[in-house]
């Protein structure tokens, strides 16, 4: 149960980060554009459940400027590489991390440590719509795993 407890107390603290970081980035925005869309990319070795992150997103957006906003999460695998096989493959989070060749223990992620907005889609007061991609840089979502 704690266990459970815990998990929506980590997409709960990642749902504040990301409106808190929406919502900065808006205020640098000229002329008041509405959001209507947030795409997340959220890496399978990250410990979030996009389920768990819909639901937190829609509680706490409510009353708030992301009230209706569309959250698009797009997941990425979690992929490593085998430095002695040379090849790369795909690790069973939870149950198996070692390459499935030879056994040598993953020390080289390729991909599935992704937290971060891919990019706000708003539409201006004139309704023409437009999308923008952050900045890679500082559109990171809570610390890595």
């Not at 929406?22 to 990319?41: C, F, M, S, Y």
């Not at 459940?49 to 959250?71: K, N, R, W, Y």
């Not at 440590?113 to 979502?141: A, M, Q, Y």
Request: proline share 6%.
């Amino acid at each position: 149960m704690l266990f459970r407890q815990e998990r929506r107390m980590h997409e709960t603290d990642m749902t504040k980060a990301l409106i808190f970081t929406v919502r900065d980035w808006l205020a640098d925005q000229p002329g008041h554009p509405k959001v209507e869309r947030v795409h997340l990319t959220v890496g399978e070795f990250t410990c979030v459940e996009p389920a768990g992150l819909q639901f937190a997103f829609s509680a706490q957006t409510q009353g708030t400027f992301l009230q209706d906003v569309e959250l698009v999460i797009s997941e990425t695998p979690l992929v490593a590489f085998c430095h002695t096989c040379v090849q790369e493959y795909r690790p069973e989070v939870g149950l198996q991390y070692a390459c499935p060749v030879c056994q040598s223990p993953m020390d080289d992620i390729r991909s599935g440590r992704e937290l971060k907005i891919g990019r706000v889609e708003f539409s201006l007061e004139d309704h023409l719509s437009e999308e923008i991609n952050s900045d890679p840089t500082c559109s990171t979502v809570g610390n890595r795993v």
